[in-house]
């Protein structure tokens, strides 16, 4: 029986293992293909440096963006060159990468530039809920880890399933998401805004206005949300026009710890616990 077991794993495995050459599209339309298995890899975002760590790539990176701080583990020891719109050009070229991973972001054009000094560059980053679990899945691909993606996938989903199921039948709570006083906020399509859907919210930003959109702070005031997430209290008082309003006068304004923005900010493994975040901020009764 045993034996059998075993057989049976090593043949799964053997069977999801990344066949060599690969070529992927990545988000700007761009053909990327790698000859052989990347074994120095450099990434971009904190969110593609998460998503290694999660599917056991962590040995495969050679260095990391500024902003990448988790986990710990993996990050302390490697080097930082710079961000995606401040890169450090010379320090990537000198590590000599055999995979870059970048956003698809047209102005920080780091791709772009990665790419016309000719090194393989993935440009690309998940922006809707499902595409979280479409780049886990491309980046187990290219790094050889298929069936850890295939695993991780699997275990995000249930997670994010049984939190969900928490809130089933409670009421919906209008909530305005602050990325920054801009104010920048999230679309319900956004994988921040399908989240708070999750979380038995609904985000007072209209579809149209895209996934990340930049606000009127008329709309804000027109829209009187009953939960603030993403600034204090005391910042939300000062700004006009907004002391009387539901979230304001009720108190329910909600700073995020760092683990929580950076868990909330970032399409990667770490999904569920922004769920359970957001939760805590919109039906606390439910944990």
């Known amino acids: 029986m ?12 053997a069977a999801s293992a990344t066949s060599y050459p690969l070529t992927v599209r990545d988000d700007l339309g761009r053909t990327v293909t790698l000859n052989r298995e990347p074994r120095r890899i450099i990434a971009m975002l904190p969110s593609h440096t998460e998503t290694l760590a999660a599917l056991g ?41 055999d995979l870059v991973l970048a956003d698809e972001s047209s102005g920080s054009r780091l791709t772009e530039k990665l790419a016309q000094a000719g090194l393989t560059v993935y440009g690309g980053t998940g922006q809707s809920f499902n595409e979280v679990f479409e780049k886990i899945a491309v980046l187990g691909k290219l790094t050889n880890h298929e069936a850890n993606a295939t695993r991780l996938i699997a275990s995000m989903r249930a997670d994010l399933n049984a939190l969900q199921r928490s809130v089933a039948g409670l009421p919906k709570v209008s909530t305005y998401y602050e990325i920054d006083p801009s104010p920048y906020s999230v679309g319900p399509n956004s994988f921040i805004g399908t989240l708070i859907t999750k979380a038995g919210g609904q985000t007072i930003v209209p579809p149209a206005l895209g996934d990340f959109p930049k606000l009127d702070p008329e709309l804000i005031v027109q829209r009187n949300p009953q939960v603030m997430v993403g600034l204090t209290l005391a910042q939300a008082r000062v700004r006009p026009g907004w002391s009387g ?9 909600f700073s995020p710890t760092p683990e929580e923005r950076d868990a909330l900010s970032r399409p990667g493994p770490r999904l569920a616990q922004a769920l359970r975040a957001l939760i805590r901020f919109l039906h606390p009764e439910a944990l």
């Open 2 to 13: 045993r034996f059998a077991l075993l057989l049976t794993l090593s043949v799964s495995t």
């Open 57 to 97: 790539a962590s040995d495969q990176l050679i260095a990391v963006d500024t902003y990448s701080n988790y986990p710990k583990a993996v990050v302390e020891r490697l080097p930082r060159v710079g961000s995606a719109y401040q890169p450090n050009l010379e320090a990537i070229l000198a590590l000599k990468p």
């Open 245 to 253: 309003l539901r979230a304001v006068t009720t108190g329910r304004v």
